[in-house]
C-alpha cells in the first residue's frame, strides 16, 4: 500500500479499520501499520483507537492537476504551461530549476509534500502531505534582473487576491515575503532568479500557503502560524479549489508585472503593508537598530525613519525585519 493510497482512503475523516485498508489494498495490517506510521513521521495526524481504526481529525482533498486545471477560466488557462502534482518530491522550485530549459512559460509544480522545502536564508519549509499547498512557478522575463525589483512583494498581492477571492480578507503582508493574519505565518514566498543579470532570465517564485495545521506543526515552527480552516472557522475550501485561486492570480499577475513592473503593484501593496506605522527592530550585518516603517519605495525596498529622523531604505538581502515587543 502505497502512503498515497492510505491517505485517499482517510480522507472522509471517517474510521477505518487497518483490517479494511489492508483488504482494500491486498497487503498485510502490518504492512498498513508501517504506511501509518510513515505518515505520522511526515507530520500527518492519524488518530487510532483500539476497535475503532484509523481516522484523520478532519475531511480532506488530495490535489489533481486536472483538476485544478479544469477549474481555470479558460482566459487563463491558455496562458499556463505545464502543471503537475507530485505527492513527494525534494522541492517545488528545485524540481522546476531543474527543468528550466525544457519547460514553457508559467509552468507549475505542486506537491502534496515536500522532503526538502525551502524558506527565506535557508529556513526548513514544514511541509506534511494533504494538509496545505506548496507550489512554484515558472515566468520567464527579456528585461534581466534590474527589471525585476519588487517581484516577491509583487507575488504578495496576487496571494492577498487569491485569498479574497475564497473569502479570506484580513491577510496582509510583511515584509519582504510572509504572509500574515492576525501577527501569525498564514504563508511564505521565496523567489529564485536564474539567467543572465541584463538579458533573458528566469524566476522561480515558490509560495507554500497554511490549509490546516496540526498542533504538532505549531510546536515545531518556532513563531506564531495560523491556517485557512482557522480563519475559515474550520471549514476551508476544497484544496484543488485553492490550488486554482492561487494559479489564476499568479498567471495574471506575472504577466502583468512583466508588463508594468512592481508599479503596478504598489497601492495594493501598501494597503496590505502591515509594517508601514509600526516600530521596528532592523538586524543586518552592521548591527541593530529601531525604526519606523515607511512603507516601500519603487524597488521594492523597505523604507524606514530612525529614532534620530533619518530615513533609511533596507533592501531584503541585507536585512530582516522583526517587530518590536509590546
Same mark, same amino acid.
Request: some cysteine; overall charge neutral; aromatic content about 4%.
Given at each position: 500500500?502505497?502512503?498515497?493510497?492510505?491517505? &485517499?482512503?482517510?480522507?472522509?475523516?471517517?474510521?477505518?479499520?487497518?483490517?479494511?485498508?489492508?483488504?482494500?489494498?491486498?497487503?498485510?495490517?502490518?504492512?498498513?501499520?508501517?504506511?501509518?506510521?510513515?505518515?505520522?513521521?511526515?507530520?500527518?495526524?492519524?488518530?487510532?483507537?483500539?476497535?475503532?481504526?484509523?481516522?484523520?481529525?478532519? /475531511?480532506?482533498? =488530495?490535489?489533481?492537476? +486536472?483538476?485544478?486545471?479544469?477549474?481555470?477560466?479558460?482566459?487563463?488557462? #491558455?496562458?499556463?504551461?505545464?502543471?503537475?502534482?507530485?505527492?513527494?518530491? $525534494?522541492?517545488?522550485?528545485?524540481?522546476?530549476?531543474?527543468?528550466?530549459?525544457?519547460? $514553457?512559460?508559467?509552468?507549475?509544480?505542486?506537491?502534496?509534500?515536500?522532503?526538502?522545502?525551502?524558506?527565506?536564508?535557508?529556513? /526548513?519549509?514544514?511541509?506534511?502531505?494533504? +494538509?496545505?499547498?506548496?507550489?512554484?512557478?515558472?515566468?520567464?522575463?527579456?528585461?534581466?534582473?534590474?527589471?525585476?525589483?519588487?517581484?516577491?512583494?509583487?507575488?504578495?498581492?496576487?496571494?492577498? @487576491?487569491?485569498?479574497?477571492?475564497?473569502?479570506?480578507?484580513?491577510?496582509?503582508?510583511?515584509?519582504?515575503?510572509?504572509?500574515?493574519?492576525?501577527?501569525?505565518?498564514?504563508?511564505?514566498?521565496?523567489?529564485?532568479?536564474?539567467? &543572465?543579470?541584463?538579458?533573458?532570465?528566469?524566476?522561480?517564485?515558490?509560495?507554500?500557503?497554511?490549509?490546516?495545521?496540526?498542533?504538532?506543526?505549531?510546536?515545531? #515552527?518556532?513563531?506564531?502560524?495560523?491556517?485557512?480552516?482557522?480563519?475559515?472557522?474550520?471549514?476551508?475550501?476544497?484544496?484543488? @479549489?485553492?490550488?486554482?485561486?492561487?494559479? /489564476?492570480?499568479?498567471? &495574471?499577475?506575472?504577466? /502583468?508585472?512583466?508588463?508594468?513592473?512592481?508599479?503596478?503593484?504598489? $497601492?495594493?501593496?501598501? #494597503?496590505?503593508?502591515? =509594517?508601514?506605522?509600526?516600530?521596528?527592530?532592523?538586524? $543586518?550585518?552592521?548591527?541593530?537598530?529601531?525604526?519606523?516603517?515607511?512603507?516601500?519605495?519603487?524597488?521594492?525596498?523597505?523604507?524606514?525613519?530612525?529614532?534620530?529622523?533619518?530615513?533609511?531604505?533596507?533592501?531584503?538581502?541585507?536585512?530582516?525585519? @522583526?517587530?518590536?515587543?509590546?
Amino acid at each position: 500500500m502505497l502512503a498515497r493510497d492510505l491517505l &485517499e482512503a482517510l480522507a472522509g475523516g471517517e474510521a477505518v479499520s487497518g483490517a479494511a485498508l489492508a483488504r482494500k489494498a491486498g497487503v498485510t495490517r502490518a504492512a498498513v501499520w508501517k504506511q501509518i506510521e510513515a505518515l505520522r513521521l511526515k507530520g500527518v495526524p492519524i488518530e487510532a483507537k483500539v476497535g475503532g481504526g484509523y481516522r484523520l481529525p478532519w /475531511t480532506t482533498e =488530495l490535489l489533481e492537476s +486536472m483538476r485544478i486545471r479544469a477549474a481555470l477560466d479558460p482566459g487563463i488557462a #491558455a496562458h499556463v504551461g505545464m502543471l503537475e502534482v507530485h505527492w513527494d518530491i $525534494d522541492s517545488t522550485s528545485s524540481e522546476l530549476a531543474r527543468r528550466i530549459p525544457v519547460l $514553457d512559460d508559467l509552468s507549475f509544480v505542486i506537491a502534496e509534500a515536500q522532503s526538502a522545502g525551502r524558506g527565506r536564508r535557508g529556513r /526548513t519549509w514544514l511541509s506534511p502531505p494533504g +494538509m496545505n499547498l506548496y507550489l512554484s512557478a515558472l515566468k520567464r522575463f527579456d528585461g534581466g534582473f534590474a527589471a525585476l525589483s519588487g517581484l516577491s512583494l509583487a507575488v504578495g498581492v496576487m496571494l492577498v @487576491r487569491a485569498l479574497g477571492e475564497l473569502g479570506i480578507r484580513t491577510a496582509g503582508l510583511k515584509w519582504p515575503n510572509d504572509l500574515l493574519a492576525g501577527n501569525a505565518k498564514l504563508g511564505g514566498i521565496l523567489v529564485e532568479l536564474s539567467g &543572465e543579470y541584463s538579458g533573458p532570465c528566469a524566476a522561480v517564485i515558490g509560495v507554500g500557503l497554511n490549509i490546516r495545521l496540526p498542533d504538532t506543526l505549531h510546536e515545531r #515552527a518556532g513563531q506564531p502560524i495560523t491556517d485557512l480552516a482557522a480563519l475559515l472557522g474550520g471549514d476551508p475550501p476544497g484544496r484543488n @479549489r485553492i490550488a486554482a485561486a492561487v494559479v /489564476t492570480e499568479l498567471t &495574471e499577475g506575472l504577466r /502583468t508585472f512583466e508588463r508594468h513592473g512592481f508599479a503596478a503593484f504598489a $497601492d495594493e501593496y501598501a #494597503a496590505s503593508d502591515l =509594517l508601514r506605522g509600526e516600530p521596528l527592530r532592523i538586524l $543586518d550585518p552592521r548591527g541593530e537598530y529601531e525604526a519606523v516603517g515607511e512603507g516601500v519605495d519603487d524597488r521594492g525596498a523597505l523604507c524606514v525613519r530612525s529614532p534620530d529622523g533619518v530615513r533609511v531604505t533596507v533592501d531584503s538581502a541585507e536585512v530582516s525585519v @522583526r517587530r518590536n515587543a509590546p
